[in-house]
């Protein structure tokens, strides 16, 4: 394996110079035919009208119809009549038309060239782990537009509308289907503070003070007047979510810094949109009145509200829908897509906010869809999107790198070093006075790690460009000294900050994102905690998220999950639903991983079940369960999940599938081990400290000097016995002390309940300092049975003083 930061060998390095070749010479056809025809697609800075005539060789409009022209209708001649004049031409063997499959040819061009310089970064390890990806597009674009332009012809610029209608809405579906909902709500009060005073503070401050440097004299920026740096402050103040997915998701940061980043970064989509038309109208008006700040301050609801609101709709419908798809799988990911891009155009018909449409119809559709849906279903809109994603955001990096060098630039130090360093001081500011702000109402504080880090990601990227491509250079003459200060904070941010915020997160030991999935007890204990919160809210009389994160659950669970899922699924108990997810979720894993033919038969079948699933007749569907039953259920699940669990925690993608009997031998051999650990402690306890035996003289005067020595005390009835249970010695619990009362002076058999205890040992009460430790006798015993048992009251050697503390210590 080769090892980080090492030079790569000279395979890969040629194979990633074939790449460039086969991509370089795709593009000769596109630089042979640039200068001859426009492409709608990829439009250049005027704006072309393309012929109705799709006949003509000049022909680049294939949506267009055909003229009305009258054509008289001739039958076909006859070439072999003798009275043919005309010469015979040869039938044509080979021709060539690239006019007519120029516009899906240069596309498709485009698309390939992103995906081989993709798939060429990551060939070269050295490279991407040093380099954002994001960079080195920008730089492919580069080269590609000097290529272009070298050759004498005019690099493509990407249109505004290309940008808004087909490139971004991938990138943002993909991030609001997927989005971490938990983690979302939890901070969204963060989230919000961040993007809409963040970004008002922003604008704000950077447009103030370059209104402030256009009036210095000397500048050359006299003519700008304040509510032009109000609009270019809302362009280039909002925090990018394309640029912050393409380098928050290489750094690996921690699940709070990410979402809160780029949550802001969604969310701040309807406060630059609102910005933008306010600030663009308001520049065409001889005078701004207190009505148009109002109805300006108005329209921030309308547009964020308005956007969340169509999104809620779509997805309701989509899910909907979904519920009547269990015929026809094979449309099902089509929906997702046609519902949620609907719910995005819907928007910007209206001049609302899309991106909030498409975040919006991609949270509410999601639980839905996936109960509805089969797997191969949800496996296609995952990867298809997470593939669209990422050769949208591919594109929109290299035509950053074109467009630079096509477009048209007025360069002027002033207003481009103070715009620079006014939005790293605004980030830092406002990044500073909010966390102090939102730190009072915080459990989980933000630290100034996490302060420097949320400031330090504020990029800027491909929306600030086509805002600012799509001002009129009629009313606002200074748009190439925008457009040339907006590409510099872009390669400022996106190179400088996006190639140091890696080693700046390792040097500052901030905390990365934990790989490992939680396990299905952490799933269960965090509901229970939730349910747990929302109890001690409704006690303290306190409403916060839990409570009504607990009545929309409510709501959801009685009249939405009844509507909008199909069959007995939306029926089933929370917990039946809970443990079937992640029973499939494991399941998949496991046929992923290629252990199919590996799984014991211990492991439950519901998932095995529910990868190619069954339908029943409708005779023997199963009704619903009685309240009883679903006690014994739940009762069933509690006491088998984690068992469960334990059996397939091994069961990656990466790891081979382990032997599920392993870790049951292993409790045996430690059961067994600690089984002879106690044998011998209850040997010790056994065991009878031996005496020295007397000569009868010496033991006749011991009875004589203290006959009380060797009778039977008073309070011996009351001392505690040893109780052991000899059927399960390996159960440290089986050995426990109790008080018995002893069955009498005399020496009777032992009764069946004592054989059934197990073994019985009396402790003797320490005998007096004048006399030895030896042989007490019984009341009725006579002096022959008593030298009998004396002698044999000595079973072996007394045990060393240093193998601890007696086991029931003197006193008792």
């Keep these: 394996m080769q090892a980080k930061g090492s030079p790569a060998p000279p395979s890969l390095r040629a194979l990633h110079f074939l790449f460039m070749v086969a991509a370089l010479l795709g593009?000769?056809?596109?630089?042979?035919?640039?200068?001859?025809?426009?492409?709608?697609?990829?439009?250049?800075?005027?704006?072309?009208?393309?012929?109705a005539d799709i006949s003509g060789s000049e022909s680049g409009d294939v949506t267009s119809a055909p003229r009305d022209?009258?054509?008289?209708?001739?039958?076909?001649?006859?070439?072999?009549?003798?009275?043919?004049?005309?010469?015979?031409?040869?039938?044509?063997?080979?021709?060539?038309?690239?006019?007519?499959?120029?516009?899906?040819?240069?596309?498709?061009?485009?698309?390939?060239?992103?995906?081989?310089?993709?798939?060429?970064?990551?060939?070269?390890?050295?490279?991407?782990?040093?380099?954002?990806?994001?960079?080195?597009?920008?730089?492919?674009?580069?080269?590609?537009?000097?290529?272009?332009?070298?050759?004498?012809?005019?690099?493509?610029?990407?249109?505004?509308?290309?940008?808004?209608?087909?490139?971004?809405?991938?990138?943002?579906?993909?991030?609001?289907?997927?989005l971490p909902l938990r983690q979302f709500t939890e901070n969204l009060?963060?989230?919000?503070?961040?993007?809409?005073?963040?970004?008002?503070?922003?604008?704000?401050?950077?447009?103030?003070?370059?209104?402030?440097?256009?009036?210095?004299?000397?500048?050359?920026?006299?003519?700008?007047?304040?509510?032009?740096?109000?609009?270019?402050?809302?362009?280039?103040?909002?925090?990018?979510?394309?640029?912050?997915?393409?380098?928050?998701?290489?750094?690996?940061?921690?699940?709070?810094?990410?979402?809160?980043?780029?949550?802001?970064?969604?969310?701040?989509?309807?406060?630059?949109?609102v910005l933008y038309h306010l600030f663009e109208e308001y520049a065409n008006f001889d005078q701004v009145t207190l009505t148009d700040i109002i109805l300006g301050f108005l329209s921030f609801f309308v547009v964020s509200l308005g956007g969340v609101f169509i999104g809620v709709i779509y997805g309701v419908i989509a899910a909907f829908t979904s519920r009547f798809t269990s015929h026809i799988r094979v449309i099902e990911p089509l929906f997702v897509f046609l519902y949620s891009y609907m719910a995005y155009l819907s928007a910007e018909l209206f001049h609302l906010s899309g991106i909030m449409a498409l975040i919006a119809s991609g949270v509410i559709m999601r639980p839905y869809v996936e109960a509805n849906i089969s797997h191969k279903s949800h496996t296609t809109i995952k990867y298809f999107l997470k593939m669209w994603s990422s050769v949208s955001e591919t594109l929109i990096f290299i035509f950053l790198g074109v467009s630079t060098v096509a477009g048209h630039h007025y360069w002027n130090w002033t207003f481009v070093i103070c715009t620079l360093i006014f939005c790293l001081v605004a980030r830092v500011l406002g990044v500073l006075g909010l966390t102090w702000f939102i730190n009072k109402f915080r459990i989980v504080k933000l630290t100034p790690k996490d302060?420097?880090?949320?400031?330090?990601?504020?990029?800027?990227?491909?929306?600030?460009?086509?805002?600012?491509?799509?001002?009129d250079q009629k009313h606002f003459g200074m748009r190439d000294m925008f457009l040339t200060a907006i590409i510099t904070v872009i390669f400022f941010t996106v190179f400088v900050q996006g190639m140091t915020i890696r080693p700046l997160v390792d040097l500052l030991a901030v905390k990365k994102k934990q790989e490992t999935k939680r396990s299905i007890n952490e799933e269960i204990h965090t509901q229970f905690l939730d349910h747990l919160l929302t109890g001690i809210e409704d006690i303290c009389g306190h409403y916060g998220h839990h409570h009504w994160k607990d009545k929309l659950n409510r709501f959801n669970k009685k009249y939405m999950k009844k509507c909008l899922i199909a069959g007995e699924r939306s029926k089933e108990p929370q917990l039946i639903a809970f443990y079937?997810?992640?029973?499939?979720?494991?399941?998949?894993?496991?046929?992923?991983?290629?252990?199919?033919?590996?799984?014991?038969?211990?492991?439950?079948?519901?998932?095995?079940?529910?990868?190619?699933?069954?339908?029943?007749?409708?005779?023997?569907?199963?009704?619903?369960?009685?309240?009883?039953?679903?006690?014994?259920?739940?009762?069933?699940?509690?006491?088998?999940?984690?068992?469960?669990?334990?059996?397939?925690?091994?069961?990656?993608?990466?790891?081979?599938?382990?032997?599920?009997?392993?870790?049951?031998?292993?409790q045996m051999l430690l059961r067994r081990q600690?089984?002879?650990?106690?044998?011998?402690?209850?040997?010790?306890?056994?065991?009878?400290?031996?005496?020295?035996?007397?000569?009868?003289?010496?033991?006749?005067?011991?009875?004589?000097?203290?006959?009380?020595?060797?009778?039977?005390?008073?309070?011996?009835?009351?001392?505690?016995?040893?109780?052991?249970?000899?059927?399960?010695p390996q159960s440290p619990e089986s050995v426990d002390l109790v008080n018995e009362a002893l069955k009498g002076e005399s020496r009777l058999p032992p009764s069946p309940e004592e054989d059934e205890e197990g073994l019985v040992m009396r402790v003797k009460e320490p005998s007096s300092p004048g006399t030895d430790d030896v042989f007490t006798p019984g009341a009725g015993d006579s002096p022959g049975n008593q030298r009998i048992m004396r002698c044999l009251s000595d079973p072996g050697p007394r045990p060393d003083p240093e193998e601890g503390e007696p086991f029931i210590p003197k006193g008792q």
């Design 580 to 666: 079937h997810k992640m029973e499939m979720k494991q399941a998949i894993e496991l046929v992923e991983s290629g252990g199919l033919g590996k799984i014991p038969s211990a492991i439950s079948t519901v998932s095995m079940q529910n990868i190619n699933p069954k339908v029943l007749p409708v005779e023997r569907m199963l009704p619903a369960l009685s309240k009883d039953k679903e006690e014994e259920i739940r009762k069933i699940l509690r006491n088998n999940l984690q068992k469960t669990r334990q059996r397939l925690r091994s069961y990656n993608r990466h790891t081979l599938v382990a032997d599920p009997y392993e870790e049951a031998w292993n």
């Design 189 to 273: 009060g963060t989230i919000l503070i961040f993007a809409v005073v963040g970004t008002l503070w922003n604008a704000f401050f950077l447009g103030g003070l370059m209104y402030a440097v256009c009036q210095l004299s000397g500048t050359g920026l006299e003519h700008i007047g304040l509510l032009a740096n109000l609009l270019f402050g809302s362009i280039i103040s909002a925090v990018d979510p394309v640029a912050v997915l393409a380098v928050f998701e290489e750094i690996h940061i921690n699940e709070l810094l990410h979402i809160l980043v780029f949550g802001e970064s969604l969310l701040n989509d309807a406060v630059t949109v």
């Design 451 to 471: 302060q420097f880090i949320i400031a330090y990601g504020g990029l800027r990227g491909a929306i600030a460009f086509s805002l600012g491509y799509l001002l």
């Design 674 to 728: 600690k089984a002879r650990q106690l044998e011998q402690k209850m040997n010790n306890y056994l065991t009878v400290p031996a005496h020295k035996l007397d000569s009868p003289t010496m033991s006749r005067a011991r009875i004589g000097s203290d006959p009380m020595a060797y009778e039977p005390k008073p309070d011996s009835e009351n001392l505690p016995i040893i109780t052991i249970d000899p059927a399960s």
């Design 69 to 178: 022209v009258p054509q008289e209708i001739r039958p076909l001649a006859n070439h072999s009549s003798p009275g043919h004049t005309k010469d015979r031409k040869a039938f044509p063997v080979l021709g060539i038309d690239y006019t007519h499959v120029r516009i899906p040819f240069e596309i498709a061009l485009w698309i390939l060239l992103a995906c081989l310089m993709k798939l060429g970064f990551h060939v070269i390890p050295s490279v991407s782990s040093i380099v954002p990806e994001s960079c080195l597009l920008i730089v492919v674009g580069l080269l590609v537009g000097g290529l272009i332009k070298g050759v004498g012809e005019s690099p493509p610029i990407l249109k505004s509308d290309i940008f808004f209608l087909f490139l971004l809405p991938p990138i943002i579906l993909d991030a609001g289907y997927f």
């Design 27 to 51: 593009l000769l056809p596109l630089l042979h035919s640039h200068g001859q025809q426009p492409n709608p697609m990829l439009a250049s800075e005027s704006p072309h009208h393309y012929p």
